[in-house]
T-cell receptor
Framework: GAVVSQHPSWVICKSGTSVKIECRSLDFQATTMFWYRQFPKQSLMLMATSNEGSKATYEQGVEKDKFLINHASLTLSTLTVTSAHPEDSSFYIC????????????FGAGTRLSVL | QQQVKQSPQSLIVQKGGISIINCAYENTAFDYFPWYQQFPGKGPALLIAIRPDVSEKKEGRFTISFNKSAKQFSLHIMDSQPGDSATYFCAAYEGAQKLVFGQGTRLTINP
């Protein structure tokens, strides 16, 4: 199946710093990538939809200035958590949509962010 | 507003038994229904998926049953194994974009 690589898998940072998370589709091109947030024992919550070469579309309640998304190529999208605070600590997961296949989303392994 | 309702929240099944997880939806615009399996600290992995014009799909020990008129679908895991212990999410696609997830079911298979 299609492979989506997410890096880093775990990051610890100090409050006030920024953290960048990368999401790559390894064996297919993805014009659309998605970023989710997952709290412990809860479902995935869509944060934003990222389209290659254009601005991301954010879900209601998600601060676009805090969660910067860049989708510069057909295989790479990045999420930058700016001025991170402890309440931003969470599990962030990206997915990429494979248009060439069954037009479904394949997920990365996730990034656990801990803000001290 | 939860568009896909999933039950039960947690499920314990003996090894070799059948695990059954149910989902219901309201939005008739949903047109593709995948199930995902997630292990702790990992991203969801696609398990099996079905279109609404099909009533059943089987892949190995995993079967989806789909009832379009009732707007319900379920996952059956036959001969459940300890390695199947994970959290399972049903989901639904609305067109080519958004994927809506159920709340998840934490499945434990006792050896």
């Amino acid at each position: 199946g299609a492979v989506v690589s997410q890096h880093p898998s775990w990051v610890i940072c100090k409050s006030g710093t920024s953290v960048k998370i990368e999401c790559r589709s390894l064996d297919f091109q993805a014009t659309t990538m998605f970023w989710y947030r997952q709290f412990p024992k809860q479902s995935l919550m869509l944060m934003a939809t990222s389209n290659e070469g254009s601005k991301a579309t954010y879900e209601q309640g998600v601060e676009k200035d805090k969660f910067l998304i860049n989708h510069a190529s057909l295989t790479l999208s990045t999420l930058t958590v700016t001025s991170a605070h402890p309440e931003d600590s969470s599990f962030y997961i990206c997915s990429a949509r494979d248009l060439g296949g069954r037009n479904i989303q394949y997920f990365g392994a996730g990034t656990r962010l801990s803000v001290l | 507003q939860q568009q896909v309702k999933q039950s039960p929240q947690s499920l314990i099944v003996q090894k070799g038994g059948i695990s059954i997880i149910n989902c219901a939806y309201e939005n008739t615009a949903f047109d593709y229904f995948p199930w995902y399996q997630q292990f702790p600290g990992k991203g969801p992995a696609l398990l099996i998926a079905i279109r609404p014009d099909v009533s059943e799909k089987k892949e190995g020990r995993f079967t989806i049953s789909f009832n379009k008129s009732a707007k319900q679908f379920s996952l059956h895991i036959m001969d459940s194994q300890p390695g199947d212990s994970a959290t399972y999410f049903c989901a639904a696609y609305e067109g080519a974009q958004k994927l809506v997830f159920g709340q998840g079911t934490r499945l434990t298979i006792n050896p």
